[in-house]
């Protein structure tokens, strides 16, 4: 009787609280059409993140990185041939030994030699002074794909890259001009006052080659399909632009229609290649110069060196990205 007393004096316990997975309401967002919240930007100085800088402003972002452009390359230079036992030495022997090649198949086994006076300096100077060119591009092809790291980390003119790689290839060249001198000495081309021309020669060769640079540069990063396709283009360049043979004594008489002989004369890669032949070589005489060779070489270094810039600031906002 006692427990059922006490267990009946027990009050009944009080329910529990209802258990719900609502939220609490957010706060309500002021909501602008697109035309306020772009001058609600400009208002506050804000701008869009990646935009491409006007043309002047990019100009002047390039000039201020000037001094990373020099080191990039300088260290890219440096590092080529960090592997290699022989090390910088393969900046001279890869076109000494490209020469070589071309010496044997063209000149003793095809005898282009025959119709070339002082055929060892023809044939070196053209090799070197193609591979300047060709090499350029070539890296051109990897300046943004082969740095995306570095174009996804940092915020900087992508420009820089393509220019700083030309800028590479042009030490390279100036490093085993010393080679090439050394030769032409040694087959009693001696050096003279002509041999000045061959700076605004190699001037205008390097705008022209920055120039493409930058157009293949826009052209892999959005296509890397092009670094697959550029050796072949290169080769079929190279042998249209009288590296290994005189286009000089092809064009003597009507063995050629009129315009396979105006895009031989002006072809780019020949103009510059025929140029430093004439400052470089005695036998070699204005007479085997095409008509306003200076006036292409120059035509070519505006066209490509300025059309070429302009093409990659272009797609400023998209390289990195996708």
Known sequence: MVSQTTASATPPAAPAPAVTDAAPAPA???????????????????????????????????????????????????????????????????????????????????????????????????????????SSITAGTRAISGNLG??????????????????????????????????LIGFGQFPRPSWLLAVPALFLQAVFNTGVSMVVARLAARTPDIAQLTPFVLRTWMYASGVMWSIDALLKGDRVPHFVKVALECNPAAVFIDLMRFALIDSFSGSQLPPHVWAVAAGWALVCGVGGFVYFWKAEEQYGRG
């Not at 000149?107 to 070197?128: A, C, I, Q, S």
Request: charged letters at 10%; glycine letters at 6%; zero cysteines.
């Open 28 to 134: 309500l967002l002021p909501v602008y059409e697109p035309g306020e919240l772009a001058a609600l930007a400009a208002r506050h100085g804000l701008t869009v993140s990646g935009a491409r800088p006007t043309l002047g402003a990019y100009i002047r972002q390039l000039w201020g990185r000037r001094h990373f452009i020099t080191a990039f390359a300088t260290a890219k230079l440096t590092a080529q041939y960090s592997q290699a036992k022989l090390g910088q030495i393969w900046q001279i022997m890869t076109p000494l030994l490209n020469a070589t090649v071309y010496y044997f198949i063209f000149g003793v086994l095809m005898n282009t030699k025959r119709n070339v006076e002082d055929f060892v300096p023809f044939l070196v100077t053209g090799v070197f002074i193609w591979t300047f060119t060709s």
């Open 150 to 183: 570095l174009v996804r980390a940092l915020h900087f003119p992508r420009a820089s890259l393509p220019i700083a790689l030309a800028l590479q290839q042009l030490q390279q060249l100036l490093f085993s001009l010393g080679a090439l001198v050394l030769i």
